[in-house]
């Protein structure tokens, strides 16, 4: 099997299942019991949250532990602009979001919240000036994703940081789930960021809400007592066990793996280019963790369909979005609704390996012989 799908989940790492049943087995107990196992519990999780803070390099009260990054972002959203709605009604946001932000966004917009969508440049990067021109007294929220999952473009994060700095009643977002761990972020600038454990060889069900020690937000989960007042709930001591042990493997080596990954990456653009149908989508912005490519004339479909019979595994794009559209990130970008229609996602990982690189183009080649005379 050769996997290239990284970008929807991650199979979980042998460290961080060890990690889980560890916890699973000896930190059983509800942690806000106070007898002494649920003691055990509870000093798991704060175990694990220090190393979280450590390796993210953030502060005590600003982990929110969610279901995972669709969570997150609702949380997120919703959370800062029905708290500051007074403040403010006006949103800004891109093209390249996830579904659990533009999802979110609509919601906003039916409860009178005005939406605004940042022009951006050829590269796929944002339009600076243009950001700024867009933002009024009224602005509440600007929403940007690191990493979009398409096409993997990083966004300049720091530096909208930084611009948004000056506006004491806005607040930064952005979902960094396709970042984390692929390339370093400074969260010094952001208000709040979003991740998720499935996108880090740990579990799905497990994510988390970095929020700014003294940012206040609106709940959306209320109940009983949890890890912090933001979201109530039995804390999952098993989970956040593991996602602690995911973030601390991710972050170890990433230069390493960054230029590993990236040496990948040029070997299959190096041969794709060679194919007078094929036209790469990314651009010099994206992360090499992530290759979306145009193949004129073939449906994605097809081509996804016709690897996997070599028991090789690609995506169309986004997991998330829904199937049989064109993609809105590729669209937005290159402005070309022929390659939006017949783009597909090539996700890589630390772990791929040149040989399973070699085999991918060895098959992609005849699957693109087979399926251009149909």
């Known amino acids: 099997m050769i996997y290239l799908d990284y970008s929807a989940t991650t199979k979980v790492d042998e460290e961080i299942l060890e990690a889980f049943n560890d916890a699973a087995r000896n930190c059983f107990a509800n942690p806000n019991s106070l007898h002494k196992l649920g003691v055990l519990s509870k000093n798991a999780i704060d175990d694990a949250t220090n190393q979280i803070k450590k390796d993210l390099n953030i502060k005590d009260g600003e982990i929110i532990y969610t279901s995972g990054a669709s969570e997150s972002n609702n949380m997120a959203l919703k959370g800062i ?4 709605q007074n403040m403010g009604k ?19 917009s039916a409860l009178g919240f005005e939406i605004d969508i940042v022009k951006l440049n050829k590269d796929g990067t944002v339009d600076m000036n243009h950001l700024k021109s867009l933002i009024t007294d009224d602005t509440v929220l600007v929403t940007i994703c690191a990493v979009d999952s398409e096409m993997g473009i990083r ?5 909208i940081g930084k611009l948004l700095k000056k506006y004491e009643n806005c607040y930064f977002h952005t979902d960094m789930t396709q970042c984390l761990g692929k390339d370093k972020i400074d969260l010094k600038d952001v208000d709040l960021a979003s991740f998720s454990g499935h996108k880090i060889y740990c579990f799905r069900g497990i994510g988390c809400l970095y929020k700014k020690e003294k940012l206040a937000i609106e709940p959306l989960i209320h109940g009983g007592r949890s890890t912090t ?8 001591t098993e989970l956040i066990v593991a996602l602690s042990k995911a973030i601390k493997l991710i972050m170890k080596d990433i230069d390493s793996n960054y230029e590993r990954v990236k040496k990948l ?4 653009k ?7 149908n094929v036209i790469i989508n990314s651009t ?6 992530i290759l979306n490519l145009s193949i004129l004339g073939i449906k994605p479909e097809s081509f996804m369909h016709a690897l996997e ?11 998330c979005s829904k199937s049989g559209n064109p993609s809105i990130s590729v669209l937005s970008v290159t402005n070309d609704k022929k390659r939006a229609e017949s783009s597909i996602r090539i996700s890589l990982s630390y772990k791929t390996t040149e040989e399973e690189i070699k085999e991918f183009l060895r098959f992609f080649k005849i699957c693109y012989q087979n399926l251009s005379w149909k």
């Open 81 to 84: 602009c029905l708290k500051y």
């Open 90 to 108: 006006h949103i800004i946001s891109t093209s390249l979001e996830h579904p659990s932000i533009v999802a979110v966004l609509n919601y906003l």
């Open 155 to 159: 966004q300049p994060i720091e530096e």
């Open 229 to 236: 007042i933001y979201r109530s709930g039995t804390p999952q």
């Open 265 to 268: 990456n040029n070997m299959l």
């Open 270 to 276: 190096i041969n794709l280019k060679n194919y007078d």
């Open 284 to 289: 010099d912005k994206s992360i090499p963790h």
């Open 309 to 319: 019979e070599f028991d090789i595994y690609i995506s169309t794009k986004s997991a």
